[in-house]
């Protein structure tokens, strides 16, 4: 009896179908122009036809959540601090994500009025207090059609991405 349990149990957990959700990223189509701290390591990505859903939880922490949508492409830009492999808690990054149209407007985007493409900054760090996600009130942001330029400043926080620069291709 014990033995079929087993087997059962075994049975049950390898038939699970968990099915992952991939985006596609193309990384010929843009690049980083900006420089990158030489501590860390940085990457752009443009999630094609994903649209921005920015939602607040119980306790006022904001979180962002990607939906298919076929008219916006969203805007993800990491910094990733390097540390030892034998800290604990020394995890340091931080995110910029924004959403746009898939047909590029010339435009400048600029302080409250960056909300209207959902702009985000993440700071995720053992930083008590000082960690999350917070929305993008004070910066400018260019869009061309060969050429992204953003400069922002959060106040909330201490920030090491200050600005970014992103050569569509």
Known sequence: MKNYSIMLASLFLFSC???KQTT??????LALESTCP????????ILESKKMNVLEDGTGSLYYRLEDDLEHKVIKYTYDKRVKGDLQDANY???IVFEIENEIKEETISNENLQNVKMLYGRFCYCKGQAGNFKV???????TKDKIELDFE??????????ISIVLK
């Open 17 to 19: 179908n968990c099915s």
């Open 154 to 163: 959060i106040k909330e926080v201490p920030q090491i991405i200050k600005n």
């Open 24 to 29: 596609m990223v193309n990384p010929q189509k």
């Open 93 to 95: 990054r931080e995110e």
């Open 137 to 143: 009130k004070n910066g400018s942001l260019k869009i």
């Open 38 to 45: 030489k501590d860390g390591d940085c990457k752009i990505e």
